[in-house]
Every structure is written in C-alpha cells, then in structure tokens.
C-alpha cells in the first residue's frame, strides 16, 4: 500500500470519528438541521449485522456543480443525521477522491453519491498529487478509480445514488450501467403522481403501501435503463401526473424513480428523489433512504431479481 504520510493522516481521521468534513461543505441553517434530525427514524428498519462506515460522497471542488448550494448540504446533513441518530452505520463525509484508491474504498461498507455529478471520477492536475505514486498520469489514475469501483461493488461493496448523481460521469458507460440508467432530461418540475411498484418489498415500507404526490424536479431516462435489469420500486403514475409537459421522449408511459439491482456480489439502490431541499425533512423520503442505505451495506435483506 503506497500511501504518503498525509494521505495515511486523513485516513486515520476519517475513520476515526462520527463524521469527517471535507473542505468546502456547506452547512446549513441550524434551523433545518434540527427538523432533519426530528423527522429522521428514532431507529433503523433493522439492526447493523456489525458496526457500518458509509462514504456520503460530495462533488469535488473541482467540479462546477448547480446543485452544491442547494441540495448537496441538505443531503449532506440529512446522511449524517441519519448514521448518527439511528446507530445504523458511521457518515464519513468526503470530497477527496483518493478515498476511491481500493486500500481506501475497501474500509467502506456503503458509498453514498450524494447527488455528486460532473467527471469527479478524473483527478484534475492539482489533484493528481495524491495519486503520483499509483498512476503515472491523470489517465492511468482514472483508469485505476474506475476499476477501483466496479471492483469494489461487485466484490460485494454498496453503492447508493440520489437523484442527479446518474448524470455524473457521463463520459465512462461502465457508470451508467452500473447505475442502471441514462439520464435524459427533466420533464417535470411540478406535483406529481408517484406509484408504489410492489407494496410489500421490504424497501417500499416507508410509504405503508400507499401511492402518493410529490413535488420534485423528475428525470426520465435512456438506455441501458430496462426493467430486464431492475427492480423498479417507484416510477410516475401517469393517471395522476401532467403528461402534457414539453420534452417527454419515452413513449412508453415508463418513468421509474427508484430501482436497486445487483452487481456482482454487491448492491446498488438508485432513487431519482432527492433534488428539493423539503424531501431531506420528509419523515417517509428519510425512511426510505435508510433503509436502501441499508440494502447496500448488506443489512436489510430484500429481493433485487427483475421482476
């Protein structure tokens, strides 16, 4: 392992406490932390098979994001809160890329991309300095991250995307099979329709089996988006949604919100929910990110063949 003293010292404090800071975490109004921490679940669905570390996962400084003064801070407190208020697993909150090395990525159980878009898997110049002894250039080194994630998901690792962390790396396939789909626009951004795909799935029990209405910011998607390939928890329910928006391309009627699948021996849990800042205060939204958290490290068991 060729690791530098520096990189050894933020390791250390990374796993060493509750929940790390990365440089350029914006926190938010203390206010919304506290409904955050009141609307959380007091506990988890079910307990930690052993004690859990999850990798809440921000966009790189590097990374011009439209989404790092809104909705990246709400998530940001809304995963720590969750880790910490239920005992669940620990937060380790990061935006340095070398976490992604695999001596790094294997002391995790969970990875959240929290809404993390743009190419943050390619190490800018600045940022090659902690990859100098790994890769020879900025290209070796994203070679080695890439595989550093598939490998480390479907070695049994768990991967958790929220909302526009689909439309990150848009530039490597893998990724986007990995997530299960392309993102391909927002047609909506409105109240809508949500429809519950299967009432009992272990995942779905947050929302007691009952369809409902949101209001949110909802993506369609492209290929390699397939039912053959996932389990569908949520989509739109086009009954109760405005179809007459501009720029809906599927003509299918098919727009999933939330899916898992498995990759290799590992998991992933994809939900499109999660760009308003209100849906990181929701009590059901909160309990349902828990518990696909605890789908990817393994805890909460529940069946991810394609229906």
Known sequence: MNLSA????????????PALYAAGAQEIPKHREGQIRAAA??????APKKPRRVLIWNTPLMEKSPHKDWCIPYGTAAFRLLGEKTGAYTPVISDDLSLFL???????????????????????????????????????????????????????????????AIGANNHWPEFRELLGATYD???WNE??????????????????????RLAEEIFQFKEPYSRQKLRILLSLDTKTTNMKVPWVYRKDDDFALAWIKPHGRGRVFY????????????????????????????????PATPR
């Not at 429809?195 to 779905?204: C, G």
């Not at 939900?271 to 828990?290: K, V």
């Open 6 to 17: 520096t990189a050894l010292a933020f390791l250390a404090a990374a796993l060493s406490v």
């Open 41 to 46: 679940p007091a506990q988890p669905q079910v």
């Open 102 to 164: 695999p001596e790094n990525l294997k002391r995790f159980d969970a990875v959240v991309l929290n809404n993390s878009d743009g190419r943050w898997i390619t190490p800018t110049p600045a940022a090659m300095e902690k990859f100098k002894t790994h890769a020879a250039d900025t290209n070796a080194a994203e070679q080695l991250l890439r595989r550093s994630l598939l490998d480390y998901v479907a070695q049994g690792g768990g991967l958790v995307a929220i909302h526009f």
């Open 271 to 302: 939900t499109a929910i999660g760009h308003r800042a209100e849906h990181y205060g929701n009590p059901a939204i909160l309990r349902f990110y828990l518990d696909g958290i605890q789908f990817a490290t393994g805890d909460l068991e529940a």
């Open 191 to 212: 109240e809508v329709g949500v429809k519950i795909e299967e009432p009992s799935h272990p995942l779905l029990a947050a929302f007691g089996g009952k369809n409902f």
């Open 185 to 187: 626009g927002h047609p």
